[in-house]
């Protein structure tokens, strides 16, 4: 199915079979592609990049299809890297998989900044939520270290 090209995220390099490699909804998902292209919101003279997930219906194109700036991507990225390291790492340390004193797992610098990563002590169901997710990752660890070790080649090809 190819990627639509009339609407208004304008796509450049485009993933038009990615149902068949979209994790555990592998040959059954409804995200069909995936594509870097310029965003949906450029205004005239500013053109930003941004990378989109299509989801297809089966009858349509989805409203749930999801466009996002390509730095988000990449900080979603090293979110997921260091939530990976952590639970790979450090939670087993916890009987609650981490210390509710000190939730905070790193300040990652980024732009003059820092980007925080934390466990999310505001959620009321964190001590269920966290024993779900770290088994989650467990149960994934095949599918997403592949990814990682794709990603960890490219970026070394790059120079990084």
Known sequence: MEIPTTLKHKPV??????ENIDGRSAYHSDAKGLSL?????????????????????GEKWSRQSEELPIH???????LI?????????????????????????ERIGLQGDAMTVSVCTQNPMIDQDIKLFSQAL?????????????LARLLRDMGY
Not at 72 to 78: F, N
Not at 138 to 150: K, M, Q
Request: proline letters at 4%.
């Open 13 to 18: 390099i485009v993933s038009e079979n990615y």
């Open 81 to 105: 890297c260091r939530a990976k390291r952590y639970f790979g790492e450090d939670a087993y340390r916890y009987p609650g998989l981490y210390d509710p004193q000190h939730p905070t797992l």
């Open 37 to 57: 292209g310029l965003a949906q919101w450029n205004d005239r003279g500013k053109v930003d990049i941004s990378a989109k997930v299509w989801r297809h219906t």
């Open 138 to 150: 467990s149960e994934d660890d095949e599918l997403l270290s592949e990814r990682f070790r794709t």
């Open 72 to 78: 988000r991507v990449i900080d979603l990225a090293i």
